[in-house]
Nanobody, 117 residues
């Protein structure tokens, strides 16, 4: 059964940093492109970053370019999101998933990121 376990969120002041992790299981992680998404109440989930299978190509939402770095470790079935210079507008629940989702309509529990002074 597909499972994503996201962690690493928390409360940080503006300008702070966090490193999110997502451990995946139940599918062949190595052959999937992976993405980080975020969602705030009342808004659609949006893609924040995506990485290819070899970790050599990464794309970012314009508003996080230069501040966030996504990577993956295929030996650990894990993706990471290093978030620096956090802003209040980065406040959201962050999720990871495969592309396409290895299990339709399944999402992990996410990890809450709150940026506030």
């Amino acid at each position: 059964q597909v499972q994503f376990v996201e962690s690493g969120g928390g409360l940080v002041p503006p300008g702070g940093s966090l490193r999110l992790s997502c451990v995946a299981s139940g599918f062949n992680f190595k052959i999937y492109f992976m993405r980080w998404y975020r969602q705030t109440p009342g808004k659609e989930r949006e893609m924040v970053a995506g990485v290819n299978t070899s970790n050599r190509s990464v794309i970012y939402l314009d508003s996080v370019k230069g501040r966030f770095t996504m990577s993956r470790d295929n030996d650990k079935n894990t993706v990471y999101l290093q978030m620096n210079d956090l802003k209040p507008e980065d406040t959201a629940v962050y999720y990871c998933n495969g592309v396409p989702p290895p299990q339709e309509q399944y999402w992990g529990q996410g990890t809450q990121v709150t940026v506030s002074s």
